[in-house]
């Protein structure tokens, strides 16, 4: 979660548990890491969903703001399968 600096807050008072953001009009959002991993952006995150175990994992966004597209790299998926 983004806490402004300013705030005098902690950057571990808050965890994000669950996120039900999937934006389905935006166009490319959903991408296939592998055969149990999709990720999607939903505001400020991209979130990596385990279809298996349903298991969310969320990276933020650099300074907070909104993310505007994200691509997968195909060299990266196929080396994490040597």
Known sequence: MFIAESSGLPHTM??????FGYDCRRR???VVLDTRTVAYV??????LV???TKEQKYI?????????AICV???V???QHV
């Open 14 to 19: 808050l965890e994000l548990t669950h996120s």
């Open 28 to 30: 490319g959002n959903l």
């Open 42 to 47: 939903a505001g400020n995150l991209v979130q």
């Open 50 to 52: 385990d279809i298996i």
């Open 60 to 68: 933020r966004s650099t300074g907070g703001v909104a993310i505007g």
């Open 73 to 75: 790299s195909i060299t």
């Open 77 to 79: 998926i196929e080396t």
